[in-house]
């Protein structure tokens, strides 16, 4: 899960009852945007999602140097060992 601070590792539990939404409505209901509907590994908060379009019309970062940023701040010594989504 990325979220406006850092990225996160996650397990993530969906509710199964039987009148249950599906999993990426019910994940949309929380407020995460998934990066695949066939494949559900990685999710975006939308306050990610609006920190980056900030970003990008105010200061035209792309999305790859506001990953870097979030994974800066996930582990600013080894950044690179933040999982990638």
Not at 5 to 30: E, G, M, W
Not at 31 to 58: C, H, I, Q, Y
Request: net charge positive.
């Amino acid at each position: 899960v990325v979220d406006k601070s850092s990225v996160h590792s996650l397990i993530i539990r969906y509710c199964k009852c039987p009148n249950a939404c599906t999993p990426d409505k019910q994940l949309f209901a929380i407020g995460m945007f998934l990066t695949s509907f066939s494949r559900l590994k990685s999710a975006f908060m939308f306050s990610v999602l609006d920190g980056f379009l900030l970003n990008n019309l105010e200061c035209g970062t792309s999305a790859m140097n506001y990953y870097s940023k979030l994974r800066r701040m996930t582990s600013s010594i080894f950044p690179h060992s933040v999982s990638v989504c």
